[in-house]
């Protein structure tokens, strides 16, 4: 079990799936992709479980690979949305490290405290924001608004673009992403 002070609660949340038109196939890439990250990832202490049909969250114990994983998640859906709210502090209850849920605390309050932000403040019909974070640490006002230029800059990315990101935050060199996607160097950077 891992010892209990501030973990990350994450919590995702596809945009307007109940629109998709192979929802069911969104679904089965959401699932994998899921599963896959919670394998790799050392820091995911409760893993990537959905939770509400288009909603998901996990549990962190460290910011290690967070948001990579968020970016691979983004690449690996694409050109649905996702939108992820984070939040950082303590858990009242053990974490339950086969799934994520029966789990509460501060973390998870913070968490879908972010999340209806998000989705108040980001309608269908605006590009979402993709990343809020929210604690009891005054820093996170100085944090959100980076997030959400980030936000806002990637949300038009296409999937090479996304891909280009994940591969650079796994350390990948250029020439080599470059021969993965069949592109020029010139194209990743």
């Given amino acids: 079990m891992v010892e209990q002070g501030n973990v990350i609660a994450v919590i ?4 307007a799936s109940r629109e998709l038109p192979k929802r069911d ?6 699932s994998e992709s899921l599963a896959s990250l919670s ?3 050392r820091a995911i ?7 509400l049909g288009d909603e998901f969250q996990a549990v962190y114990c ?7 994983d968020l970016f691979t998640i983004l690449r690996a859906l694409h050109p649905v949305r996702a939108r992820f709210a984070l939040g950082v502090g303590p858990l009242t209850t053990p974490i339950n490290p086969e799934q994520s849920l029966g789990m509460d605390g501060p973390a998870f309050h913070w968490s879908r405290s972010a999340m209806d932000r998000l989705k108040e403040q980001f309608s269908r019909k605006t590009r979402p924001g993709l990343f809020l974070m929210e604690g009891e640490q005054h820093e996170f006002r100085l944090v959100n608004p ?9 949300s038009r990315w296409k999937r090479n673009r996304l891909r280009v990101l994940e591969l650079l935050m ?3 060199q250029v020439d080599r992403i470059a021969e993965d996607l069949h592109v020029s160097q010139q194209a990743v950077y």
């Fill in 12 to 15: 995702g949340d596809l945009v």
């Fill in 25 to 30: 196939e969104v679904q089965r890439l959401l």
């Fill in 146 to 154: 980076s997030l959400l230029l980030i936000s806002h800059i990637c």
């Fill in 45 to 51: 202490v409760s893993p990537y479980t959905i939770t």
């Fill in 170 to 172: 796994r350390g990948w």
């Fill in 39 to 41: 394998e790799r990832n």
């Fill in 62 to 68: 460290s910011a290690t690979g967070l948001f990579l």
